[in-house]
């Protein structure tokens, strides 16, 4: 490799690896949550609503609808996973990697139609209140603590690092705490018969579905956007590039997600003449996939001056 002084040289690289879990094994173990995920639930989230609706509890419908919608997202994510390996093709370089992430998105616009729903009928059943039996909320919201606690134990390999795995994981976790909710609210209203306290159930599922998806909301609405994944800091990364031996300085450092589970990097790094770059790109791809688990970067290697245009 040869350089010339006083000159402005280039030299890139670029990687992309999957260091970690085998990813094979992991696509198998995420196709076996989603595969029960969807079918327990679904299952559950019909007879819970039969349920709620013949004995008139707005808890049990309210948390049937929520259990609808979270089967819907995760047939969403289910399928986005499923396109996302794909190979890619000469318009779709990246393959369809990038529906894990409007999935993610489409997901979090569903749990916000649904809590605008179920916010309205919890409060119009105040001013119609109906006889509710508690009985039935408590033997149906506690097969739904078990059926919700099972399939979101599924989904805790891999929440860590992908959003869309994440997600699921968060809502069926969600709707055990709810469940537990409506079991409590049937618990009193069989004990007081106060037919308040169904609505009142129904409200706070509600705030606990918009609690729970409101980081999820702004997070994938940022990374279809190509913004920093929020678990990343671009000040971080940049102090570390610029601490590695014989870097100069670090320009045009863009951050961005891929998909939900693979971040890209790309930057432009100017080193001193007598620097090897073979050995600063090697340590910048090793550093940059351990301290960050960024293992798709991109960069490019400058020795001499680069143009002020350049700088970020």
């Known amino acids: 490799m040869s350089e010339t002084d006083g000159k402005h040289s280039h030299d890139g690289g670029h990687e992309h690896s999957h260091a970690g879990p085998n990813m094979e094994d992991m696509d198998a173990a995420q196709q076996l949550a989603f595969r029960w995920g ?3 639930n679904l299952s559950f989230c019909i007879a819970e609503g039969l349920i709620g609706w013949f004995f008139q509890s707005m808890a049990l419908v309210a948390d049937a609808v929520h259990n609808l919608t979270d089967v819907m997202g995760l047939v969403l994510g289910w399928a986005a996973i499923a396109l996302a390996a794909r190979k890619a093709t000469g318009r779709l370089t990246y393959g369809w990697k990038r529906t894990t992430i409007v999935a993610t998105v489409g997901n979090a616009m ?3 139609g649904s809590s605008i729903f179920l916010a309205w009928e919890s409060v119009n059943r105040f001013f119609h209140p109906s006889p509710v039996d508690g009985y039935p909320m408590i033997i149906a919201a506690t ?3 078990g059926v919700n606690g099972f ?3 599924l989904f805790t390999r891999g929440s860590q690092d992908d959003i869309n795995v994440r997600g699921a994981f968060l809502h069926l976790a969600a ?3 709810v469940s537990l909710g409506v079991v409590i609210s049937g618990i009193a209203i069989v ?3 106060a037919t308040w306290v169904d609505p ?3 409200l706070l599922i509600v705030g606990v579905i918009i609690k729970g998806s409101w980081g999820l909301t702004v997070e994938s609405l940022m990374q279809l956007i190509d913004a920093v994944p929020a678990r990343l800091s671009l000040a971080d990364v940049r102090d570390y590039l610029q601490g590695v031996a014989g870097v100069v300085s670090v320009h045009d450092l863009h951050i961005w997600n891929i998909s939900t589970s693979v971040t890209a990097l790309s930057t432009h790094l100017r080193v001193t003449p007598e620097t090897d ?4 790109l090697a340590e910048v791809r090793a550093g940059l996939a351990e301290r960050f688990r960024i293992r798709h970067p991109t960069i490019q290697v400058e020795t001499g001056d680069c143009p002020d245009e350049h700088l970020h």
């Open 38 to 40: 969807v079918g327990l």
């Open 110 to 112: 569903l749990l916000v």
């Open 143 to 145: 097969v739904g603590i």
């Open 151 to 153: 399939t979101a134990w």
């Open 175 to 177: 709707d055990a705490v």
């Open 191 to 193: 004990l007081t018969g």
């Open 200 to 202: 009142v159930a129904g």
């Open 277 to 280: 770059r073979d050995l600063v």
